[in-house]
């Protein structure tokens, strides 16, 4: 039996390892480092009988005491503890601690409640055991070391699936992706297809333009609501107009979805087809993951969301490369779709699935955040009240400078983003050994930095189940002079996009668009949410599941 798990786990943790990271000697240490585990791991519970009764395995007998017949002095030695030390739920032979799952004790759809769970029953560090062995760090100490590390291409596990996908289609998609590539791949390709949607000036000419669009929104929002105000399934509005933004950014023109005789089937499938993707690359992450062998119905249903973006998109990317006809217009709004196309160095296939890549998670990103923004936000009638007052003197369109001064939208922003964030966890591969809450993890580790549980944990914040713009508010003298600039511990793990070098190029125009969505929506309306909406992960694994908005006219 024992021959049987360590042929296996050779040929997949080589495997994996390989995948992630580049270090071949770190490689070998983490492998060999695995192996001996699971022979020691064997012989004690040989010896033992097995686990204990909370279901974690039992350190061996001799970890406390020295062995019989040892040196005197070998007890005063320091122990290293090790990555196999690391307390976590019972792993078995073959499926790890997938079996969770498997026996209905957790689900997918609640796996934020599976997390919150570990870290109540086994503390700051908990070890899972898929494939790899993954490390879940919660805190908030160790996150700030990992994610902190001044490193010039920061590894991060690729997203499987969409590796899978891509690779058999090479007649659309090229050798890598932004998502998945790493090391100077990476850097090239960020570098060149993303540096329009990052740059301060390009952004700022970009602002009346999402004004715009931001009152076309509120119109729309009059036209779908019912008799009292409610707008159903308020998710394809958001969808509208973030879909509306970002080809706006990117393809340089207004695509008018957010009127009423736009609003056709092919845009409603593509907005299901990119929310329920994202819901089975979420899912792909648990299970056996036998889609990679075979096409299961997983799979199946991913490829078809898949197939419906990328046609729909390429629709209206090639559209638009056909009426431009490769002339760039003196206008830094329609520069970014034209650069990306003439960029060198780069196969047409990138550029293409490059700006696919961008429209899809800028639809998905910004709906979700917009809709946790204003569940938020509905639970105080005098923030709304507060964000209308504080563009009050905006008559008809609202500056950078206006957006630059709105100091408690921002904090409203920013309280949202820490309470409910879009992405609850950060992964990384570190790159150097590390020493985090007492356990030595050699490079090559997989970890995850549950960012969402330490930000709603009181040791960070305080109050910290309430939702408090006022926390991120710096006290002003009568000269708005800053007296007191409020700091919490835990403000350095508000991350919703991520930090350093690949943190989301998106960060900043979602920025804009929401602190823009929300002043229009607050100049005009008081809002009332009528879905409950549980946690983030009820909405973001349950697509269909409705969002209902009650939009009162302001008086």
């Known amino acids: 039996m024992s021959v049987t798990i360590v042929l296996f786990y050779t040929f997949v943790t080589l495997f994996m390892f390989l995948s992630y990271n580049p270090k071949p000697k770190k490689i070998i240490e983490s492998i060999r480092s695995f192996l001996l585990h699971l022979l020691h791991q064997h012989d004690n519970n040989v010896a033992t009988g097995g686990v204990d009764g909370l279901g974690s395995h039992r350190p061996p007998s001799t970890a406390s005491s020295p062995a019989q017949g040892a040196a005197p002095d070998a007890e005063c030695l320091p122990k290293v503890r090790s990555i196999w030390d690391i307390p976590g739920p019972r792993r078995l032979p073959l499926i790890g601690t997938k079996w969770r799952y498997f026996t209905g004790r957790q689900r997918y759809a609640k796996v934020h409640e599976a997390f919150v769970a570990l870290h109540r029953r086994y503390g700051p560090i908990v070890l899972d055991v898929d494939t790899v062995p993954i490390v879940n760090l919660f805190d908030r100490v160790d996150m700030e070391r990992v994610l902190k590390y001044p490193s010039r291409y920061p590894f991060r596990p690729p997203t499987e699936i969409v590796e899978v996908y891509r690779s058999s289609r090479p007649d ?86 957010l009127t009423t005789n736009r609003r056709n089937e092919k845009f409603m499938r593509l907005a299901e087809a990119v929310k329920e993707s994202f819901v089975y690359i979420s899912q792909s992450y648990y299970g056996f993951k036998l889609w990679k062998y075979v096409p299961t119905r997983l799979y199946r249903n991913f490829v078809h969301c898949e197939e419906i973006i990328y046609d729909t998109i390429a629709e209206i990317v090639y559209q638009a490369l056909e009426e431009e006809q490769l002339n760039c217009p003196d206008n830094d709004v329609k520069h970014i779709f034209i650069s990306i196309l003439q960029t060198e160095g780069l196969d047409t296939k990138e550029k293409i699935s ?94 995850l930095c549950h960012t969402r549980i330490a930000c709603q944990s009181e040791d960070n914040f305080q109050q910290a189940d309430r939702f408090l713009p006022q926390r991120w508010l710096e006290q002003r003298d009568e000269n708005d002079n800053v007296v007191n600039k409020r700091q919490e511990p835990g403000a350095g793990i508000v991350l919703p996009f991520g930090i350093g070098r690949r943190m989301c190029p998106g960060q900043k125009i979602v920025d804009i668009e929401l602190t823009l969505l929300v002043a229009k929506i607050f100049q005009n309306f008081e809002i009332e949410y009528r879905s409950p909406l549980d946690t983030q992960f009820q909405f973001l694994l349950a697509p269909r599941t409705p969002i209902e908005i009650r939009f009162r006219d302001r008086t």
């Open 172 to 257: 659309r998609f090229g050798v890598t992706n932004l998502i998945n590539a790493q090391g100077d791949k990476w850097h090239e390709l960020r570098m060149k297809l993303t540096s329009g949607i990052t740059s301060r000036r390009i952004l700022q000419s970009f602002i009346p333009s999402v004004n715009e669009i931001c009152d076309d929104f509120v119109d729309l929002v009059r036209r779908q609501r019912a008799e009292d105000g409610t707008v159903r399934n308020f998710q394809d509005i958001a969808n509208s107009v973030g879909l509306e933004i970002i080809c706006c950014l990117v393809l340089g023109r207004r695509m008018g979805y």
């Open 354 to 447: 490059g700006i696919i890549d961008l429209i899809t998670s800028a639809i998905e990103t910004l709906s979700n955040t917009l809709s946790f923004l204003l569940h938020n936000l509905s639970q105080s009638v005098e923030h709304q009240r507060e964000i209308a007052q504080e563009f009050s003197h905006c008559v008809q369109a609202i500056t950078n400078d206006d957006l630059v001064n709105a100091r408690f939208t921002k904090a409203c922003i920013q309280e949202s983003y820490r309470i409910s964030p879009t992405t609850p966890c950060l992964a990384r591969i570190l790159e150097e050994d590390f020493q985090l809450s007492g356990y030595h993890l050699q490079a090559g580790t997989l970890v």
